[in-house]
């Protein structure tokens, strides 16, 4: 059974860089899926995808909203793919979830995600 | 980006009780809308994709319906299990959520 499951700091501050890891696991990064994404919910809101990145990472797409400070990247020898988001602000405090689309298809629905983890930009 | 406007936001019922969510869309998904559940601490979980396909594993007891921009998670009898929230997401273009609905006990 493939699992996901992110890691990084619980506590980030204004102005900085967010960077999540995701590792997954119960099969490899470049067979199990041809891409990988992350999304985010902050508290009491919705769901909000990031972006998701091919499977070798040579192409990524980003949601147009954060575009301008998302990078998405793999390391396949690690099996892991990496979030880094700059220049956070308080609106960016979410639990932040990696997943797996189904397909070939740049933009999917996701049938594997880990459980999230909080972060939260504070001073 | 296409928006998803999801009702009700809450939803009180019972165990035993047919539940109906629904999801709009601005313009049409030609069936390209997935239902979540999500549970606090827990991974979410895939429930139906391509707006009425249902996920290995899922009960029976989950349905989904519709096509173009109006689209239906249905439960026929609501078990103690499935008290969450839910999420329709449409994948016609990059990916977006509807706001959810809570399913809470009457």
């Known amino acids: 059974q493939l699992l996901v499951q992110e890691s990084g700091p619980g506590l980030v501050k204004p102005s900085e860089t967010l960077s999540l890891t995701c590792t997954v696991s119960?099969?490899?990064?470049?067979?199990?899926?041809?891409?990988w994404g992350w999304i985010r919910q902050p508290p009491g809101k919705g769901l909000e995808w990031i972006g998701s990145v091919y499977y070798s990472g040579s192409t990524s797409y980003y949601n147009p909203s954060l575009k301008s400070r998302v990078t998405i990247s793999v390391d396949t020898s690690k099996n892991q793919f990496s979030l880094r988001l700059s220049s956070v602000t308080a609106a960016d405090t979410a639990v932040y979830y990696c997943?797996?689309?189904?397909?070939?298809?740049?933009?999917?629905?996701?049938?594997?995600w880990g459980q999230g983890t909080l972060v939260t930009v504070s001073s | 980006d296409i928006q998803m406007t999801q009702s009700p936001s809450t939803l009180s019922a019972s165990v035993g009780d047919r539940v109906t969510i629904t999801c709009r869309a601005s313009q049409s998904l030609t069936g390209w809308l997935a239902w979540y559940q999500l549970k606090p601490g827990k991974a979410p979980k895939l429930l139906i994709y391509k707006a009425s396909s249902l996920e290995s594993g899922v009960p029976s007891r989950f349905s989904g319906s519709g096509s173009g921009t109006e689209f239906t998670l249905t439960i026929s009898s609501l078990q103690p299990d499935d008290f969450a929230t839910y999420y329709c997401q449409q994948y016609s273009g990059y990916p977006t959520f509807g706001g959810g609905t809570q399913v809470e006990i009457k």
């Open positions: 997943a797996r689309p189904v397909g070939t298809s740049s933009f999917s629905f996701f049938d594997a």
């Open positions: 119960g099969g490899s990064i470049i067979s199990s899926s041809y891409y």
